[in-house]
């Protein structure tokens, strides 16, 4: 499969808003979920946000849950993160990736591939 790519992160402010994109290839992710996740310095990475292949099945992580969103564009070629509200600590590197697998898939990291690059996200005043 070939890597998805992120982009839309930046610098802003506490209480501040971003979106970040996530680029399929489309078929080579058809029929798989696609999971953002994200990794602050010297930390280990950690699920955020899942949606499933077709785009009716969401889940958050409880840090993250009520202030982001994930969503995708009809051909689920293309997925969001909303991300408001954003506090220091969202400060990370963005990262998203498929798997052929929704359930639990915020702690299935294993089962992801097709990581893209990522993209930084820095939450300062």
């Known amino acids: 499969h070939l890597p998805l790519v992120e982009s839309g992160g930046g610098l802003v402010q506490p209480g501040g808003s971003l979106r970040l994109s996530c680029a399929a290839s489309?078929?080579?992710?058809?029929?798989?979920?696609i999971g953002w996740f994200r990794q602050a310095l010297g930390k280990e990475r950690e699920g955020v946000s899942c949606?499933?292949?077709?785009?009716?099945?969401?889940v958050y992580a409880d840090s993250v849950a009520g202030r982001f969103t994930i969503s995708g564009d009809d051909t689920m070629n293309t997925v969001y993160l909303q991300m408001n509200s954003l506090k220091p600590e969202d400060t990370a590197d963005y990262y998203c990736?498929?798997?052929?697998?929704?359930?639990?898939?915020?702690?299935?990291?294993?089962?992801?591939?097709?990581w893209g690059p990522g993209t930084h996200v820095t939450v300062s005043s």
């Open positions: 489309g078929f080579a992710q058809a029929h798989h979920a």
């Open positions: 990736a498929t798997t052929p697998d929704y359930s639990d898939c915020l702690n299935n990291i294993l089962d992801f591939g097709s």
């Open positions: 949606i499933s292949s077709e785009g009716g099945r969401t």
